[in-house]
């Protein structure tokens, strides 16, 4: 029996991140991300047109495997995909930037692949089509996307890449990137910054606490947010 069916811990665990790394980023907003990122200088988050469309089960954590595509006349299988989807480690999140076409370069088909796999979710800067499908059978798995489109892949979009760098929302993400989406939407952590950006991003969570703290114990936001100058 293949063993990429078990469900034991190791399996689930991204070849990129250990499991407590993963699981820190689970607790954590993609507002703070957002904000952390920027305060390391660079752009994390995605832009919001890039949107839950499949929620998966709570906050989608993982490393990001990347595909490009381009426009296409002829009828092609997205070669490239198919192998992402294949040959990824568990709990991997695929991204694909597909130049913001208005063309499902995600389906069920490929999710059932995905699920298959043990991913994690995928992350689309194009369309996803069988959404029905793929939120009633697979309920664990994400999809973030700019649309929901009926627009089969087939003879609209050729793959050009796997696992070099892609645009995905605006933001350039790298093969190996932290990927953490959301109800707000997508950041993406540059995977150097990993543990400095965990670190900005848990006292800025720390703070807010004591912010929400400060403006209900007195009443009112301007005195609650006195303390820190800051929203
Ligand atoms: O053909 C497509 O665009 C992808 C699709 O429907 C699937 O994966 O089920
Ligand atoms: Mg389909």
């Known amino acids: 029996m293949s063993d990429t069916t078990s469900s034991d811990a190791s399996s689930r665990e991204s070849a990129h991140y250990p499991e407590d790394v993963l699981e820190a980023f689970r607790s954590i907003t993609t ?7 920027e305060q390391h200088g660079r752009r994390g988050y995605l832009t919001g047109a890039v949107h839950q469309v499949a929620p998966g089960t709570g906050t989608l954590v993982g490393p990001a495997v990347t595909v490009r595509e381009i426009p296409a006349d002829e009828s092609l299988p997205p070669e490239h ?95 190996g990137d932290l990927i953490v989406a959301d109800r707000d939407g997508v950041v993406r952590v540059p995977a150097d910054l990993v543990d400095a950006v965990r670190r900005t991003a848990e006292e800025i969570e720390e703070r807010e606490k004591e912010q929400t703290r400060l403006i209900l114990d007195s009443g009112s936001l301007r005195a609650g947010l006195a303390r820190y100058h800051r929203i």
């Open 81 to 175: 995909a198919l192998q992402a989807i294949d040959e990824a480690t568990a709990g991997s999140i695929v991204c694909i930037d597909a130049g913001g076409a208005d063309v499902a370069v995600w389906g069920g088909l490929m999710t059932a692949g995905a699920v298959a796999r043990q991913l994690a979710g995928c992350v689309l800067d194009g369309g996803v089509r069988d959404v029905t499908e793929i939120t009633r059978d697979f309920p664990g798995f994400a999809v973030y996307a700019r649309t929901a489109v009926p627009a089969t892949t087939l003879g609209r979009m050729r793959t050009v890449s796997l696992n070099e760098p892609v645009v995905v929302g605006s933001v350039d993400i790298r093969p």
């Open 31 to 37: 507002a703070s991300l957002a904000d952390a990122v």
